[in-house]
């Protein structure tokens, strides 16, 4: 596992988030009489948000986002952690280590930082007199650290988004969409030595490709390597990248076209990006059939219909018979008429004319799609990612995509990446 470390020397003045032994991020967590740090937080939220200052004689202190001091705070024979001081006092400085790529702070009463588990909690306290595991935490810089969790968008200086642009020989990044849709999401991960690799849905990884002297941005690589690496810095609340020819990334206009090009030795403006959470499109043509409850049938890439089929199962806990979606047929039949309901954040539910509602059903090891819920649940509602190809997301996490199994295609919850077989035309049905 790739550790999201920071040089020791430039943790001073950085927002850094810290990692404890059990693997959750320090915290400040509110009680009634007062505020504790603790090691409680598996994700990063802004209460793990901690800044680093320089103090005297090389000590550190410790800030929280609310302009709060962490502080030894004695209560009951405990030297707590405590983000309690306005202004800092020798209680707040803390001898900053490190040790095996993590650190470890000292307080003034002479001992060490450590996570201790009391009574079920897990607090941040000055307490050993000797270094362990429980004094190591891992630096994480937490902005980098937020990016790499989240699906993202990219925008540029000129108010457009990164987005995924067919040419006549490949694909490119261009910023190039006024508006969000699925070719403008991006998801960011550690590479090595604190570099990323962002990819698209489509599982294509954003690499440097040098064509006719111009290191474009294209999304051509399955398997990374290091073209695909890129440094990540953040300034202003905005980032900027450095590709592995030591160039910075920046929005470059050739002939009326605005690339995304490893091209710029400093950075300006044009380096700078906006990363904003990307957000699933709009209903957009699916408003149409969510209004007027218009019966509609959804075609695959291979020119087949949705279709409700009986199926014969051997799970000891169902019948001996279920009701199973497939894409048998190119002509479209009775039993490819579904009805769409809207879900909840974004989510939409299948119905069929019985008033069976699609669903989720794990079976012998496969995310199949079955008929099966008067009422639906959570297993019943996709998130809907494209809408005018439509790009449906099950409860899983996994995308829907036509399977083919033997002789027949079934229409599974299964893909980790959008491929060209998640993608349905959404049309009247007409029978």
């Not at 790739?2 to 967590?29: H, M, Y």
């Given at each position: 596992?790739?550790?999201?470390?920071?040089?020791?020397?430039?943790?001073?003045?950085?927002?850094?988030?810290?990692?404890?032994?059990?693997?959750?991020?320090?915290?400040?967590?509110?009680?009634?009489?007062?505020?504790?740090?603790?090691?409680?937080?598996?994700?990063?939220?802004?209460?793990?948000?901690?800044?680093?200052l320089?103090?005297?004689?090389?000590?550190?202190?410790?800030?929280?986002?609310?302009?709060?001091y962490?502080?030894?705070?004695?209560?009951g024979?405990?030297?707590?952690?405590?983000?309690?001081?306005?202004?800092?006092?020798?209680?707040?400085?803390?001898?900053?280590?490190?040790?095996?790529?993590?650190?470890?702070?000292?307080?003034?009463?002479?001992?060490?930082?450590?996570?201790?588990?009391?009574?079920?909690?897990?607090?941040i306290?000055?307490?050993?007199?000797?270094?362990?595991?429980?004094?190591?935490?891992?630096?994480?810089?937490?902005?980098?650290?937020?990016?790499?969790?989240?699906?993202?968008?990219?925008?540029?200086?000129?108010?457009?988004?990164?987005?995924?642009?067919?040419?006549?020989?490949?694909n490119?990044?261009?910023?190039?969409?006024?508006?969000?849709?699925?070719?403008?999401?991006?998801?960011?991960?550690?590479?090595?030595?604190?570099?990323?690799?962002?990819?698209?849905?489509?599982?294509?990884?954003?690499?440097?490709?040098?064509?006719?002297?111009?290191?474009?941005?294209?999304?051509?690589?399955?398997?990374?390597?290091?073209?695909?690496?890129?440094?990540?810095?953040?300034?202003?609340?905005?980032?900027?990248?450095?590709?592995?020819?030591?160039?910075?990334?920046?929005?470059?206009?050739?002939?009326?076209?605005?690339?995304?090009?490893?091209?710029?030795?400093?950075?300006d403006?044009?380096?700078?990006?906006?990363?904003?959470?990307?957000?699933?499109?709009?209903?957009?043509?699916?408003?149409?059939?969510?209004?007027?409850?218009?019966?509609?049938?959804?075609?695959?890439?291979?020119?087949?219909?949705?279709?409700?089929?009986?199926?014969?199962?051997?799970?000891?806990?169902?019948?001996?018979?279920?009701?199973?979606?497939?894409?048998?047929?190119?002509?479209?039949?009775?039993s490819?008429?579904?009805?769409?309901?809207?879900?909840?954040?974004?989510?939409?539910?299948?119905?069929?004319?019985?008033?069976?509602?699609?669903?989720?059903?794990?079976?012998?090891?496969?995310?199949?799609?079955?008929?099966?819920?008067?009422?639906?649940?959570?297993?019943?509602?996709?998130?809907v990612?494209?809408?005018?190809?439509?790009?449906?997301?099950?409860?899983?996490?996994?995308?829907?995509?036509?399977?083919?199994?033997?002789?027949?295609?079934?229409?599974e919850?299964?893909?980790?990446?959008?491929?060209?077989?998640?993608?349905?035309?959404?049309?009247?049905?007409?029978?």
């Open positions: 596992m790739v550790q999201w470390t920071i040089p020791i020397e430039l943790i001073a003045s950085r927002i850094i988030a810290l990692k404890a032994d059990n693997g959750c991020f320090w915290s400040v967590v509110n009680y009634s009489d007062r505020d504790n740090i603790q090691a409680t937080k598996s994700s990063l939220d802004s209460s793990c948000k901690f800044l680093v320089p103090a005297s004689g090389g000590k550190v202190y410790i800030k929280t986002s609310q302009n709060k962490l502080s030894r705070i004695h209560h024979g405990i030297d707590y952690i405590e983000p309690v001081k306005d202004v800092p006092d020798v209680y707040c400085e803390f001898h900053l280590h490190h040790q095996d790529e993590k650190v470890l702070f000292m307080a003034n009463n002479g001992k060490y930082l450590s996570r201790f588990h009391r009574s079920g909690i897990d607090n306290e000055a307490g050993k007199e000797q270094v362990d595991k429980h004094c190591l935490f891992e630096v994480a810089e937490y902005q980098i650290k937020r990016i790499a969790q989240e699906m993202i968008a990219i925008k540029a200086e000129n108010g457009n988004f990164w987005s995924v642009v067919s040419c006549s020989d490949r490119n990044v261009k910023p190039a969409k006024a508006s969000l849709d699925v070719f403008c999401q991006f998801s960011v991960f550690p590479a090595s030595e604190g570099k990323v690799y962002i990819k698209t849905p489509h599982g294509k990884y954003l690499s440097r490709i040098h064509h006719n002297g111009i290191d474009f941005i294209e999304p051509a690589k399955s398997i990374p390597n290091v073209s695909c690496e890129f440094q990540l810095f953040i300034h202003d609340g905005k980032i900027f990248l450095k590709a592995d020819n030591g160039k910075y990334l920046g929005r470059i206009q050739r002939g009326g076209v605005d690339n995304i090009e490893a091209a710029k030795e400093q950075t403006e044009y380096c700078m990006f906006e990363v904003v959470e990307f957000k699933v499109a709009p209903f957009g043509v699916l408003d149409l059939f969510l209004n007027y409850y218009t019966p509609i049938a959804f075609r695959t890439d291979s020119g087949c219909y949705w279709s409700i089929v009986d199926v014969d199962v051997q799970d000891t806990d169902s019948c001996n018979s279920v009701k199973r979606l497939k894409a048998p047929h190119s002509a479209m039949t009775s490819a008429k579904f009805f769409i309901e809207k879900g909840s954040s974004g989510s939409i539910l299948l119905k069929t004319p019985q008033n069976k509602y699609l669903s989720h059903i794990h079976r012998n090891g496969i995310d199949y799609i079955e008929v099966t819920k008067d009422v639906p649940d959570v297993f019943c509602q996709f998130l990612i494209q809408s005018y190809k439509m790009v449906l997301q099950a409860d899983n996490g996994k995308y829907l995509s036509r399977i083919h199994r033997g002789s027949v295609d079934t229409i919850a299964v893909k980790q990446d959008i491929d060209e077989f998640c993608y349905f035309d959404v049309v009247p049905f007409n029978k």
